[in-house]
């Protein structure tokens, strides 16, 4: 075993989001500048709430994509995983052995897990009594259902873990994997988020809380004068990520490089950011530094970017901090514009895109935005897709509790 940090590659690629149901659809539907967002939800009713709208998977049949009996024992958020999950193994190539298998781990992130079924269970047991409860809620409720589920489905027996930080876990999922990919843990493992936050109580609680947007057009628009709140989505995001010398020896198509990983905690408030972006300033920092690399080389910003008030304002003061002048000289943008904010699967997704960034060497525009917010003074790619030289980009994810995690991840070079 190599006892010093080893490279670590992103091999496959798996996604479900409000704009598509594969890494590539929703790839080239946020490229084209393509909104997920819907006024209604076609899985709650939310017109008594003071609520514009929501971005959900559309048209979602868990049922004809894994099978109606397997579907039945998953919570729609775990559904989301297992879809994403086979589409990133397959494009892989990765082949599991009893050689291989104790090498190989799955590092997951969600924020509340199944959510949906917890709901629906206490739902039936009050109408219908215990009887009628299912005997697979308890699997369909727990967090750790879905690494536990895809550790099961390849027989993967090195370790199965779940992070659960909000709306940074995807990227502390993905970020765990790659450091014990990096140590020398396992050689390659399966990294993601997923959620299916979208029920009344949730929608009700985010509402009373005062975080989402009442806008029924033009909405979620991060770094506008005029944001009003984030909007709920739902969704994953999966890769398949192993040490360069594993995905060589194998023949492996290499897709991106992940090269530094930060993680901070604010300590500061269970919901605001840190009004002075230091939590989120310094895990910028560190994932640069990590990746042995200076601000001076970060060609783009994939921002957290969620559309509140607070988020927008002090994400940029943390570039700003982070980078010093060299911020204005970096592509930011936000793809909630387009997909809404999907929660502990957010960063997972956006991990995806990121990468997909450095292979096209597009970088993806934030959409309704009209007017900068006098304190969003950056270059947020308000005029569509860009085509632009990407060698070193970062994606950030800020969580209620003050997680902040940010990623960052490098075209491939021998």
């Not at 659809?25 to 709430?49: H, R």
């Not at 917890?118 to 409720?141: C, D, Y």
Request: one cysteine or more; a negative charge.
């Amino acid at each position: 075993m190599n006892n010093g940090p080893r490279r670590v590659v992103i091999t496959g690629l798996g996604a479900v989001t409000p704009v598509g149901v594969t890494a590539d659809e929703s790839w080239e539907s946020v490229v084209a500048g393509k909104s997920g967002f819907a006024n209604n939800s076609y899985q709650v009713d939310i017109s008594d709430m003071p609520i514009g709208g929501v971005c959900e998977v559309k048209e979602w049949d868990g049922a004809a994509l894994i099978g109606r009996k397997e579907a039945r024992r998953m919570d729609r958020c775990q559904q989301f995983s297992f879809v994403a999950a086979a589409e990133a193994v397959a494009q892989s190539g990765l082949v599991v052995t009893d050689d291989n298998r104790h090498r190989i781990g799955v590092y997951f992130g969600t924020g509340v897990g199944g959510v949906q079924t917890l709901i629906g269970t206490e739902h039936m047991l009050q109408s219908s009594g215990h009887r009628r409860v299912s005997p697979f809620a308890i699997t369909m409720i727990m967090p750790n259902g879905s690494a536990g589920l895809l550790a099961i489905e390849y027989g993967l027996r090195g370790p199965a873990m779940t992070t659960t930080t909000a709306c940074a876990a995807g990227s502390d999922g993905i970020g765990n994997g790659f450091l014990a990919v990096r140590m020398g843990l396992v050689d390659a493992a399966i990294v993601g988020g997923t959620e299916a936050p979208v029920t009344r109580v949730t929608m009700a609680s985010f509402a009373k809380a005062g975080a989402l947007s009442k806008r029924t057009e033009g909405t979620p628009s991060p770094f506008d004068k005029d944001r009003d709140g984030f909007v709920a989505a739902e969704g994953a995001g999966v890769l398949v990520i192993e040490t360069l010398e594993h995905a060589q020896a194998r023949g492996a198509n290499i897709l991106a490089e992940i090269v530094g990983f930060g993680q901070t905690c604010d300590a500061y408030h269970i919901t605001a950011p840190d009004e002075n972006g230091s939590g989120a300033t310094l895990a910028i920092q560190n994932a640069i530094a990590m990746a042995g690399k200076t601000v001076a080389d970060v060609d783009y910003m994939n921002a957290h970017g969620t559309g509140t008030r607070l988020n927008d304002s002090i994400e940029t003061k943390a570039i700003k901090q982070a980078l010093g002048e060299h911020a204005y000289n970096v592509a930011v943008s936000s793809t909630k514009s387009m997909t809404g904010h999907g929660m502990g699967a957010t960063g997972a997704i956006e991990t995806v895109f990121c990468t997909k960034a450095l292979q096209d060497q597009i970088i993806p525009p934030t959409v309704s935005m009209v007017e900068a917010d006098p304190d969003c003074d950056l270059d947020y790619v308000t005029e569509g897709a860009r085509k632009a030289e990407l060698n070193l980009v970062t994606n950030h994810a800020f969580g209620f509790g003050g997680h902040n995690a940010v990623l960052a991840l490098a075209k491939f070079t021998e």
